[in-house]
């Protein structure tokens, strides 16, 4: 039987039939089959990418009626409860629902491209993961929309949330939507790993890797550590409130102080894996307009992991005036001013790719350049709150919502729309409008500084945060103001990139493969990439594939059209974890509807653990069950043989 | 540039000490924000091409030169303000954790959904009293601030003269408050605590030591009695409809679960810092709480117009 488990797979070079053959492998069945069963990394990204931005819309336009009602001094548009309601869902949209899913939808997207890979390592979990993530998203949102979204902050202190001080089904919708949402970003960091671990092309060793995956192989990492400690937080809050317990509770023997730890033990790291794909974006995307590799490879790869693993230490900083000792809250003060160091790391190595480089001025760059500018203000902003005493004057005033929209528009939402600009051409095959790009650019970066700047002042001024309104003579009414007209002007910023958007993908400009002559492997395939990506899986020899000629690479050179055909079955190649030697190849499962249904089940049994009802907490229960066995399923085409290469 | 609760100034106590770290660090992160700024706005402005892909494809790809230097050479220079920030951050947090002296003024302070209960403690219990959303306090005197949680957490913060200390249930933390000067320094709850987080403000006044003594005694006298007819109808009212929540001090009004009136019209605002202390706010308040901080605690009370004067008779007694 073992025998049989070898074999050597077929070298050779691309050919019309070889692609057709493969095609027919690969390609998902058109329509309405093809949507719920696809597991297409392709698709799933974009699936990614687009429900982000409808949240991030979503999120934006809660945050316009929260500035309008704090445009002046003693605004009545919202009452308290609405105000509190929308401070709340905006947080959890533009954290959860926006800021991670937008970089699991590029990294989806790009990764098996950038690693010379067909697929992902697990394409069902892959597809699980994305509709969980649309399932929690709706059922945090139906919450929402009959009056009970979150209201307590997205940190959601106790005693607040209890059912105590908090009796409505708000925060039930809340917990067990976020222990839901918990499933889809574990299995999601999950598949990442494995992926980057065991599918990289023939010689990509790990210090040939993209920056971006090392961004997003350190956030997932950080994501399997840190989400158990949010998922448990949110489920023992759920059995406070349902079910009596009284983990929270202080007259029973509770702490609320615990929640808080769970939280930012979970919070603080999360911080980081929502910014450092996307920093390695900007690793990745602005050299190519500078016309030159990045300075620094190996520091900006080791500072986005030394970034991670400092990051665990820091999380008390969230905590620094609740009494705790100050022997201890000292460590944590030098471990967040510590950080400040990889961070300074990256930003020295973007500065001298500009400086030693090329430029050229196109809006991708303008995004990826302005953001080191943005990153630097969130950054020193950051540094201050990590003094213990500066903090206990600057924490919860307007200073630190400055802070954090600095470190989540600036080093989230700008490097992500510049690697729309960056990527839309390969994944829809034409070039957004570089005209409308420059308007796109120019609202979104006056509009953001015009609100957010001046909201350090507020914050210096005194302004506490997660107020729904303010007296007159407080010295915030015309910061208030601007900042209002600022958000203003930033939404329409965003909405000239949607547009941008919409008229591109109908008349944008032919792409061709590599429209920005850029040096890493999804450049080599055709813009949209077919099914299976790479025809051949190619072999890497260095960090810049494309570019080898030019930089006088010596010794051997990469090959993408050459290699393992891996057409006998949908298949690709795994790779060994730190040099990728070929290992065996992997037999990749088909499209199929167990993910889907799988969602299906486990949304049902929250809305039965929501409204505690033992039937559909049966049903939902069932159908997960039966799609997990499907999915389960031995077969026999799924068995994975090991290449005899000797 | 100053406002009531803006902490670029201070007037005392560990606001003092933080202050110049606030500023020295504020200086320099404005300083590393416009350096970078400069250098990336040459870097920039070197730039060989502008337009879209075919600007970018028409500059050829070099190596260039390696610049880890710059790396280097940032890090280095980055290192001096952090270290020198930590360090002061330690030195800072030493003095303002090293407490105060043993004989000084304790303050039991709770608050509540959305009040601040002051109690000032004494080993003799003659001398302990409450009041609610203003703090006396002597000039130049450290005053020892002990936070009690009673239902959500909120934090206690009054800028000028010390950062925030957070009120959480279970515990009790500690803060000191000293002022330099006789003023009034305004305080604010800084957590996230409900509907009326935005309307929990309070008030310390800093004054010398003969008129805080002056004060205290003044706060432990229990409440004028009434001598007119309204003022007579007025208390019997306060103490059968009011005295279900509030407590006035020489009357059967005991309960204690919102603000202790015995003094109220000596406090310069109700609400929690929401509106001035008159005869005016004091009636639109009591009639109609829900409009003015919607949620608070305190219902609407139905009153007839003469009911109401007469509450507002008995209250005005209340200095």
Known sequence: MREADYRTPHFGADSVEHRSRLLELWETSPGIKGFFTTVDHKMIGIRYIV??????????????????????????????????????????????????????????????????????????????????????????????????????????????AERAYNPGLNQDFYALGMVFLGISTTVGAANFIVTAMRTRAPGMSLSRLPIMIWGTLTASVANLLVIPAVSLAFFLLWMDRQYGTHFFDNTEGGQPLLWQHLFWIFGHPWVYAIVLPAMGMVSDGLPVFCRRPLVGYAPVAISTVATMVLGFGVWVHHMFATGLPAVSMSFFSGISIVIVVPSAIAVFAWLATIWLGRPVITTAFLFFSSMILLFVIGGVSGFMTASIPVDWQLTDTYFVVAHLHYVLIGINVFPVIGAVYFWFPKMTGRLLDERLGRWNFWTMFIGFNL????????????????????????????????????????????????????????????????????????????????????????????????????????????????????????????????????????????????????AVGTAVLFVGLLLRQGVTVSIGTAIAALALLFWLWPRQELREREAAHG | MTSPLDYLHSAGGSADVIRPLTWTTLIISTAVIVVIGVILWIAVSRAQARGGAEATRSIPIQEGARGTKWISTGVAISAVPLLLTLVWTMVALAKITSGGPANAIVLDVTPRQWWWDVQYASPDPSQIFSTANEIHIPVGMPVKVRLHGADVIHSFWVPKLSGKADAIPGRTNVTWLQASAPGRYRGQCTEFCGFQHAHMAFEVVAETPEAFAAWRSRQLAPAPEPTTPEQMRGR??????????????????GALIAPDLTHVMTRAQIASGTLPTNTGTLATWIRNPQALKPGSLMPNQNMTGSELADTLAYLELLQ
């Open chain 1, 51 to 160: 429900t982000a931005f409808i949240f991030l819309a979503l999120g934006g336009v809660e945050s316009l009626i929260m500035r309008v009602q704090l445009a002046g001094p003693n605004g009545t548009l919202l009452t308290p409860e609405q105000y509190n309601d929308l401070f709340s869902t905006h947080g959890m949209t533009m954290i959860f629902l926006y800021a991670s899913p937008i970089l699991s939808g590029f990294s989806n997207y790009l990764w098996p491209l950038l690693l010379g890979s067909r697929d992902m390592a697990f394409p069902r979990l892959n597809a699980l993961s994305y509709w969980i993530y649309l399932a929690s998203g709706l059922f945090l949102y139906a919450g929402f929309l009959t009056g009970n979204g979150p209201n307590d902050g997205w940190f959601n202190y106790v005693p607040y």
């Open chain 1, 451 to 598: 609100a957010f700047l001046p909201m350090h002042v507020t914050g210096l001024l005194g302004m506490p945060r997660r107020v729904y309104t303010y007296g007159p003579g407080m010295g915030w009414d015309t910061l208030n103001l601007v900042t209002t007209i600022g958000s203003f002007v930033l939404a329409l910023g965003v909405l000239l990139f949607i547009i941008n958007v919409l008229k591109s993908l109908r008349v944008g400009v032919p792409a061709g493969a590599n429209p920005w002559d850029a040096p890493t492997l999804e450049w080599a395939v055709s813009s949209p990439p077919p099914a299976y990506n790479f025809a051949v899986i190619p072999t890497v020899a260095s960090r810049h594939p494309l570019w080898e000629a030019r930089l006088g690479t010596r010794g051997a050179r990469s090959s993408v059209d050459q290699g393992m055909l891996l057409d006998t079955g949908k298949e690709t190649l795994g790779t060994s974890a730190l040099n990728a030697h070929p290992d065996m190849v992997l037999e990749m499962p088909k499209d199929s509807s167990a993910p889907f249904l799988l």
């Open chain 2, 236 to 253: 019997d009212f306060v103490e059968y409809r009011c005295g279900l929540c509030h407590r006035v001090r020489g009357t059967t009004a």
